[in-house]
């Protein structure tokens, strides 16, 4: 803790007549002041602030900053009334006759207004009521200094924006001493500071004050409008709504009207540029923050704006067009000259109309995917015909309109992707951007060559957007844009940026492009790429090696015949490459890009490069022994092993294997995943030139890696193994991986690929009939921790867990089908378990399973009376065995339909008791032969029989047998639907609610993501199935809101027509509904049920799906209504809205913007809500995981633009960043969210590199 004898030695020597000493000493003094530690007595505090308040009337400049800087961490350590005695001093300050104390205690107020803290309300109000009261005292005075009143005007504002609300009692002073100020013969400068404070104001007064406000702003405009006075006058309204609008937003909504048709006359005002100007500025914040008020309005504002961006009287662009028809082709001089004729007017302002046009029309073309048709066909023809445009600025601006209209056209911005039926569509987005490119090409050949590097930066800005959006969009233009690209990179005065955009773009055309069409230019485009690897600044030599790989692929593809002749420039590339490959002075991404390009060189080029594989491939060996660039290495390693051109990489084999063992034992996933997909392509590519030690130095490593702990990294081990099982059997038996292999099948994580790879290692291993490794013995080292349990690993007392069991069921039928005439007895020993009366639940569960999966891949009807042996445990009195005899039964019957599926049949209509499982086998039976064409059709003739008997129990009372049969019914319609899919819309109408449920609930499982010959069927009657959305049962309402989700979610194309109709019951099964409310007494307690609540979380899941898939025909106002009613609901509501929120902050930042204010009060009493002290555990952690959730969805508010003006909003980050705990939480939230963007970010780059 600091000292009073120490801070009264700093005050003592801050009175020294020496300046260094009181600069010294104030400095010692902020140090301390930022400590948590100080604690200051009253008489400390009095003295500091003395003396603090002294050095900022001191003599010299430099104490008097540091003095100022000082009071931000004072005003936080010292009472209130020595706050109020700090303000006193710098407002009397402000009006001294002194210019150099005026200038010092603006700046000290000012820090004194940012540092005051707001989470000490009475003591902050207190003083900057007090600050307020003196401002607005002094702006009142008709005789105050213009420079103290412009000083006065910006500390108002500061006030204002930091806690408007907290002055409220001040609002109407504020506006009676504004308002005045905005009209002559103010200076213009005092005029943009009080419409500034105004639009402060405007956010924080109340309703009656807003409508003065307004009131007074319109009735001038009127006022101009029928006798106009002063352009200035007209010109500081205009701005000053303006202003308004892009602070409080929502509120101008009632003002529209009036505002647009004033402003709608005054921009058509002749001579006035900077009213024209004002004008736009004033449209653009209104498109941004009234967002859904002004929508009827936004065509008549675009086409003014398109009006005002043609705007140049002073330049005759009819001259430019005549020359641009009269020879398109130029060269560098041509440009040079035309640009220094160049017209210039320094007295002409009409660019700024032009710029601000442009700046509107992006505001509004981003922000507007639902008239995205509209746009293409009105707005961006405009645009393009503006690419001429004179001014530099303003070019750039027209561009970044223009990639605002391509960003919202975007498919990742889209519900619907690009696909071949989209770009058929004569109005469809694509289609009609694509009819344009060619226009875009021909505005933009001419810019890829101007004077201006920001013009040509533009361009290639714009080129690559319109290339993401429509792949393939330049295939017949490459012709025109290509010497545009080399003109950039070899020119000397393009700069080192305009260098990496242009390279950027080459990176996105050559990945997007049809390679055929870039191939008659690959001459022109490798000489300059050539020459950008070697320039001397690395990030330029990093973009061109990354093309230089592209063009590798794209000249020689190996994946199909190519006629293009590659050979002239194999050598200039492998030269290029290979210098900046042996070079170890440069930077790390260079290193590494240069590995990955001579690694493609080498696998596609490298049958050209015989002779120079001797020099090249030995550096590949020391960047693997170089611990910064051994993963690049081992990448690129494996992509020349994997080559089809069988390069010849031997003679660095013995080095290479040595060194990728090594890396197994490596604590680094990335380099342990490269390295085991490394040393499988080389052992299948190179195994006559591999030595058993090598096997072996590589087998020594793998044991460990094989665990559930990463099943990623399991299943690389395990394809390994069976490469090397295929090429060298022998050296298997020397490999401890065994144990570690049968660990991993008992594994209750293990599953999928993992799964995949142990059954072919086993299935190999098995045919080898290795020494120690035949059939029996593989067996008994599979069953022995089930035959012969050491513990038991689960509450009902199976030796294993219930996955393990599948597990080691799968490996048991693989390797019998691997040893045939091993089959039978395995059988028959499984038979002979499940009779038995002494074997353990286990046993008979593992003999179930594993007689299952041998019946999927053979017929077992040979076996005598096996399926009355499984019908036998379904009387079992463990629900597992009797749910392995279910699956069983009905795997071994899909084995052998004919044989098997009548007996199924016949059992489920004598056998009531046993109904539910024999459903569940007929279920396995379904499901194994719907997948393909040719497993339909081996089940096709038993589809009328198997219908009859589940039609039977459509109308079970048990949900569970009437959920099996629907998911029967739903996967066999796929086997016959014109036959089923008719019966099925008949009995929608069916009174029985248990029917129309079933036959709804079928519906999800007919539907996929995959194409099916069902979907034309779909689409014709889905809209009847879907009607029960308004079904008067809850249940039905509940299925067939499930069943519109997984619609909306597979194949969102046969709901798109019908959501017009099916959206408002949607919305209405998101209300609480008071008579699905009851109360269950519960002893002496009562529980409140609410049996709406499955059926509004199911309607909210649907319309975060909506969000998904189709969130161009949702009307988002609407859409927000219901997401701020979830707020308030359930827990599982609010969890469900959060995620909502999150997606529309991105999907939709603008509506969200409007809507701010009401989210953020149900957010904030989510954040500070309290559980009892004496509730269970679960509600602790419920609580604590609500309020995550919403502070996530308080940080994806915080990055919608202009989020930061709404105050409630940073009032509330502000009460969040107050407690220790919760700002601490929050700042962990908003990096994870930061940490996501960037990541996805960088997949997307990686994906297009």
């Not at 504020?174 to 213009?188: A, I, M, N, R």
């Not at 210098?579 to 590995?595: F, G, M, P, Y």
């Not at 009902?796 to 219930?802: E, I, L, M, S, T």
């Not at 378990?833 to 569960?845: A, F, H, Q, Y």
Request: glycine share 4%; aromatic share 6%; net charge negative.
């Amino acid at each position: 803790m600091t000292s009073p004898y120490h801070i009264s030695t700093l005050l003592d020597k801050m009175s020294s007549v020496d300046k260094d000493f009181r600069f010294m000493a104030t400095n010692d003094l902020m140090a301390e002041l930022q400590k948590d530690s100080i604690k200051l007595d009253d008489d400390s505090e009095r003295k500091v602030v003395c003396s603090v308040l002294r050095l900022v009337e001191d003599k010299n400049g430099e104490v008097q900053n540091l003095a100022v800087k000082c009071l931000g961490p004072l005003v936080k350590k010292v009472k209130d009334g020595q706050v109020e005695v700090i303000i006193n001093s710098l407002c009397n300050n402000m009006f001294s006759d002194s210019e150099s104390l005026r200038d010092i205690s603006s700046v000290g107020l000012k820090t004194v207004i940012l540092e005051l803290p707001r989470t000490t309300p009475n003591a902050s109000n207190s003083a900057f009521r007090n600050i307020t009261q003196r401002l607005v005292d002094a702006i009142s005075k008709p005789d105050l200094n213009q420079y103290v009143l412009l000083e006065t005007l910006d500390i108002l504002g500061d006030l204002i924006q930091r806690c408007g609300t907290s002055l409220a009692s001040f609002h109407e002073a504020l506006l009676g001493s504004l308002l005045p100020l905005l009209s002559d013969p103010k200076p213009l400068s005092v005029r943009k500071r009080a419409y500034f404070a105004l639009c402060y104001l405007s956010v924080s007064c109340q309703q009656a004050l807003f409508d003065t406000m307004m009131g007074h702003l319109l009735r001038a405009l009127n006022v101009e409008k029928t006798t106009p006075t002063s352009m200035a006058n007209t010109r500081t309204y205009i701005q000053t709504i303006g202003a308004i609008g892009r602070q409080a937003g929502q509120r101008v909504g009632p003002y529209l009207e009036q505002i647009i048709s004033l402003i709608m006359h005054f921009i058509h005002t002749e001579g006035d540029d900077e009213l024209k100007e004002s004008c736009l500025q004033a449209f653009e914040a209104l498109s941004v923050r009234c967002f859904r008020e002004i929508t009827p309005y936004i065509p008549q504002i675009y086409q003014v704006c398109l009006t005002m961006l043609s705007h140049d009287p002073n330049y005759n662009y009819e001259d430019d067009a005549d020359e641009d028809e009269g020879d398109t082709s130029m060269d560098a001089d041509d440009v040079e000259e035309e640009n220094d004729d160049e017209y210039s007017d320094d007295d002409d302002i009409s660019w700024k109309v032009r710029r601000a046009s442009a700046k509107c029309l992006a505001a509004i073309l981003g922000s507007r995917p639902e008239m995205l048709v509209e746009f293409y066909k009105v707005v961006s023809p405009a645009l393009i015909s503006r690419f001429k445009e004179r001014e530099e600025n303003v070019k750039a601006d027209i561009f970044t309109a223009y990639r605002a209209l391509l960003k919202c056209t975007n498919p990742k911005m889209q519900a619907q992707p690009v696909d071949g039926d989209t770009m058929e569509t004569g109005d469809s987005p694509f289609s009609l951007l694509h009819a344009q490119t060619a226009d875009i090409v021909k505005a933009l050949h001419k810019q890829l060559k101007d004077k201006s590097v920001k013009t040509r930066q533009g361009c290639f800005g714009l080129l690559t957007a319109l290339v993401t959006v429509l792949p393939r969009a330049l295939d017949e233009h490459i012709g025109a844009i290509v010497p545009g690209v080399v003109y950039c990179l070899n020119d000397q005065t393009s700069t080192p940026n305009l260098k990496i955009d242009t390279l950027s773009f080459l990176t996105v055309m050559i990945t997007q492009q049809t390679p055929e069409f870039l191939h008659p230019h690959i001459g022109a485009v490798i000489p300059a790429v050539v020459a950008a690897v070697d320039d001397s600044f690395y990030k330029i030599t990093s973009e061109a090696l990354l093309v230089l790989n592209l063009i590798v692929k794209t000249i020689r593809p190996l994946d199909r015949p190519c006629s293009f002749n590659f050979q002239p420039f194999v050598g200039k590339i492998y030269s290029s490459t290979v210098k900046k490959l042996k070079a170890s002075d440069i930077d790390q991404e260079v290193k590494e890009r240069a590995i990955t390009c001579m690694g493609q060189v080498i696998a596609s080029l490298g049958d050209m490069l015989k002779s120079e594989l001797s020099s090249c491939l030995p550096i590949f060996v020391d960047r693997l022994k170089n611990e910064i660039t051994r993963l690049t290495a081992v990448k690129a390693v494996a992509l020349i092993a994997r080559s089809p051109l069988k390069i010849n990489i031997s003679a660095i084999l013995p080095d290479c294997i040595p060194l990728l063992a090594s890396f197994l034992r490596k604590n680094h996933r990335d380099l342990r995943l490269a390295t085991l997909s490394c040393l499988d392509a080389l052992f299948q590519a190179y195994a006559s030139s591999i030595q058993p030690a090598q096997y072996k130095s590589v087998l020594d490593e793998l044991p460990p890696l094989i665990s559930d702990m990463d099943l990623h990294i399991s299943q690389l081990v395990l394809t390994l193994l069976c490469t090397i099982t295929d090429i060298s059997p022998k050296s298997i038996t020397q490999a401890n991986v065994l144990p570690n292999i049968f660990t991993l099948l008992l594994s209750s994580l293990l599953q999928g690929n993992a799964l995949t790879a142990a059954l072919q290692f086993m299935s190999k291993l098995v045919t080898l009939k290795l020494p120690g490794l035949d059939f029996d013995n593989i067996y008994k080292m599979l069953t022995k921790q089930i035959y012969q349990p050491t513990d038991v690993t689960s509450a009902a007392g199976f030796a294993v867990h219930r996955q393990a069991f599948r597990s080691v069921a799968k490996c048991i039928a693989t390797i019998c089908v691997a040893v045939p005439d091993r089959m039978l007895p395995t059988v028959n020993r499984f038979i002979s378990d499940i009779k038995s009366t002494e074997t353990s639940d286990s046993v008979k569960l593992l003999s179930l399973l594993a007689l299952g999966e041998i019946g999927r891949k053979t017929d077992l009807s040979r076996v005598p009376d096996l399926q009355t042996i499984i019908l036998s445990t379904f009387s079992s009195q463990t629900e597992e065995v009797r749910a392995a005899a279910s699956y069983a039964l009905g795997s071994v019957c899909a084995g052998n339909l004919q044989s098997y599926l009548p007996f199924i049949l016949s059992e489920i209509h004598q056998n009531p008791k046993r109904q539910y499982l024999l459903l569940h086998s007929l279920k396995e039976i379904i499901t194994c032969h719907y997948v393909s064409t040719e497993s339909m059709a081996v089940l096709e003739p038993h589809v009328a029989g198997i219908w009859d008997v589940l039609f039977q129990h459509f109308e079970s009372s048990e949900e569970g047998t009437r959920n099996v049969v629907a998911e029967c019914v739903g996967k066999l319609s796929l086997v016959d639907p014109d036959t089923l899919l008719p019966k099925l819309r008949e009995h929608l109408s069916s009174p029985s609610a248990f029917v129309r449920s079933t036959v709804v609930t079928a519906l999800k499982y007919m539907i996929s993501d995959q194409p099916q010959p069902i979907d034309p069927l779909l689409h014709s009657c889905i809209g009847d199935f879907l009607a029960t959305i308004g079904d008067a049962d809850l249940n039905v309402r509940r299925v067939a809101l499930v069943a519109f989700n997984s619609a909306a979610h597979n194949k969102p194309s046969l709901i798109r027509d019908l959501l017009e109709s099916l959206l408002p019951h949607l919305y209405e099964e998101t209300k609480v509904r008071k008579e699905l409310i009851r109360e269950v007494e519960m002893g002496p307690f009562k529980h409140t049920v609410d049996d709406g609540l499955d059926l509004r979380k199911a309607a909210f899941e649907c319309m975060y799906t909506l969000l998904e898939t189709c969130l161009d025909m949702l009307n988002i106002f609407e859409f927000l209504n219901h997401v701020e009613d979830g707020l308030k609901d359930h827990y599982d509501i609010k969890m469900l809205t959060f995620l909502l929120l999150v997606r529309l902050s991105h999907l939709r930042p603008s509506a969200l913007l409007q809507r701010i204010d009401k989210l953020i009060e149900p957010l904030r009493t989510t954040v500070q809500a309290k559980v009892k002290a004496n509730s269970v555990k679960q509600e602790f952690e419920k609580q604590d995981e609500l309020k995550r959730s919403a502070m996530r969805a308080i940080a994806a508010l915080l990055t919608v633009p202009d989020s930061d003006k709404c105050p409630q909003l940073t009032d509330f980050v502000v009460l969040i960043k107050s407690n220790a705990e919760s700002a601490q939480l929050f700042e962990s939230i908003q990096q994870d969210a930061a940490t996501s963007f960037t990541t996805q970010h960088s997949v997307e780059a990686m994906e297009v590199s």
